[in-house]
């Protein structure tokens, strides 16, 4: 059985119909012929974009040329005042110094320090859903707390359960539900003239997480300022120098980044972990060598051990290709382009899409079927590098990648070696892309403990 997709729209509808389809997920509003093109243009009265799904033009814009095509500032619209000037929003040379700094925090030499972090994450994880018994479990909820629990501990070295941790856990998933069409908002971009007004409660409660992150960071400055700050990532950013100017982030700066460390990296995590649970709970036979790898780690792991993980690696891949969490990115023009003949107008918006490349049927063999061993062979290697692109590529690549390449096997492989994962009938999860892709109606799994 394929692991489920959502149906694509007729090639052929109105505008109305077109916005009506996006606010309610990005996904299913475009059409099927998308997963064979190369690249494709949208035509409205107010806006030209052009999805680009040809390897060597993807390339273009996000490696060899990224300076040209920055990220549109009406991406980040509905995000602002919880992000502020985060390094996901910010362009030139502002996100370049902020790169400068946040970036050495996240090399593998500090993957290594965060791992225990991670692993005692994992093991609360298990011991949750230990403690719920049996029958059905909605996991995307389960592997939310489970991501948020890997943040704080790797972050500020405490758990989710830390007082102000679940305040800011809370309170981000109400923003989410008041706030979930980033895409809306980056996609089907209205005349600049519109102003855009944010809810009044979705303003409030971004002014109430980040007095909560405030305090966190404020916390922390003052412990690096007495010595006795905890070797974390945030004591990490906050001790890094800028190469070039020898400055440091202020408290300020340091909240905005918070911010996105937090949003960018626990909803994604959750989303494919989810995902890669359903993924093995229709799939028996990838379920049995993952809790087989799992079961190996024995009960501390250390990093080295990471590399036993190979099966368990494969599929998380898999859950990425198959359910990209950042299904799309947009870019903008900053000057007329010619792409495979067409002209592109300055001020266009370029849109990228791991959705549609990760499915492409003219680059991937039976890209909608879930495989793992096909990171094993020459054409899937081939694809590893041209078509495959969760973490986006080029030097605004996901600063967590490396991070979330280790946090996922890791869990998975904890999660399936302590429970035998099966479907539950009648309840197939539906892909749709708000903030990230998650299931309709949620991911709902039987767990049994082994
Ligand atoms: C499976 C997990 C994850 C996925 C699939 C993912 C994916 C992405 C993608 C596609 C982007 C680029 C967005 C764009 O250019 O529009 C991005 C950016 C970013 N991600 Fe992740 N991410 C994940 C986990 C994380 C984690 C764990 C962290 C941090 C702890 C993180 C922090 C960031 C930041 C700071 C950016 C902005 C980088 C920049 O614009 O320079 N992400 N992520």
Redesign the pocket.
């Known amino acids: 059985m394929k692991p489920p997709k959502p149906a694509a729209r007729a090639d052929k509808v109105s505008l109305w119909r077109y916005l009506r389809l996006f606010r309610a997920d990005l996904l299913s509003a475009q059409p099927a012929r998308l997963y064979r093109a190369w690249m494709a243009e949208f035509r409205t009265p107010f806006f030209r974009s052009f999805l680009v799904n040809q390897p060597g033009l993807v390339d273009e814009v996000?490696k060899r040329r990224p300076m040209d095509f920055p990220?549109s500032d009406r991406?980040g619209e509905g995000l602002r005042p919880l992000l502020g000037e985060?390094?996901?929003?910010?362009n030139g040379a502002r996100?370049q110094r902020?790169?400068r700094i946040?970036d050495p925090a996240?090399e593998g030499g500090r993957l290594r320090d965060t791992f225990p972090a991670m692993v005692a994450a994992g093991q609360a994880a298990v011991a949750r859903l230990r403690a719920r018994g049996p029958g059905a479990v909605e996991i995307e909820a389960e592997t939310s707390h489970a991501?948020a629990d890997?943040?704080f501990r790797?972050?500020f070295s405490i758990p989710i359960e830390h007082e102000v941790a679940a305040q800011v856990f809370a309170q981000f998933r109400a923003y989410q539900r008041n706030q979930p069409i980033l895409n809306l908002a980056a996609f089907v971009p209205l005349p600049r003239f519109l102003p855009r007004f944010h809810r009044r409660d979705t303003r409030a409660r971004a002014r109430a997480i980040r007095a909560l992150i405030t305090r966190l960071t404020a916390e922390r400055m003052a412990a690096i300022e007495a010595g006795c700050a905890p070797d974390d990532?945030a004591t990490k950013i906050m001790t890094t120098r800028d190469p070039q100017t020898g400055e440091t982030f202020s408290t300020a700066e340091m909240v905005d980044?918070v911010a996105?460390?937090?949003l960018?990296?626990?909803e994604?995590?959750a989303?494919?972990?989810a995902w890669a649970l359903y993924l093995l709970a229709t799939h028996p036979e990838a379920q049995a060598r993952v809790a087989a790898e799992g079961a190996a780690l024995g009960g501390a792991p250390g990093f080295g051990d990471l590399s036993k993980l190979r099966h368990t690696r494969d599929v998380f891949r898999e859950a990425?290709r198959l359910y990209?969490?950042?299904p799309m990115?947009?870019?903008e023009a900053t000057k007329a382009e010619r792409f495979r003949d067409r002209e592109v107008p300055k001020g266009a918006q370029i849109v990228?899409s791991?959705w549609h490349l990760h499915r492409h049927e003219r680059l991937w063999e039976d890209p909608d079927g879930f495989d793992p061993g096909r990171y094993a062979t020459e054409a899937g290697q081939k694809c590893l590098r041209e078509a495959y692109?969760?973490?986006?590529a080029g030097?605004?690549?996901?600063?967590?990648?490396g991070?979330?390449?280790v946090?996922?096997p890791l869990l998975l492989a904890m999660i399936a070696a302590a429970f035998e994962l099966r479907p539950v009938a009648g309840r197939e999860p539906v892909p749709v892309a708000h903030l990230?892709v998650r299931a309709a109606e949620g991911i709902w799994l039987e767990l049994a403990p082994r």
Not at 86 to 90: A, D, M, P, R
Not at 389 to 392: A, G, H, I, R
Request: proline residues 9%; aromatic residues 12%.
């Open positions: 996000l990220k991406v985060s390094v996901f929003l910010t996100w902020q790169r946040i996240f991501a890997v943040i790797t972050l990532l980044q996105i460390f937090f960018a990296g626990h994604t995590s989303s494919a972990l990425l990209p969490p950042v990115m947009v870019r990228l791991p692109m969760p973490f986006s030097p605004r690549v996901c600063t967590g990648a991070f979330a390449m946090e996922g990230t």
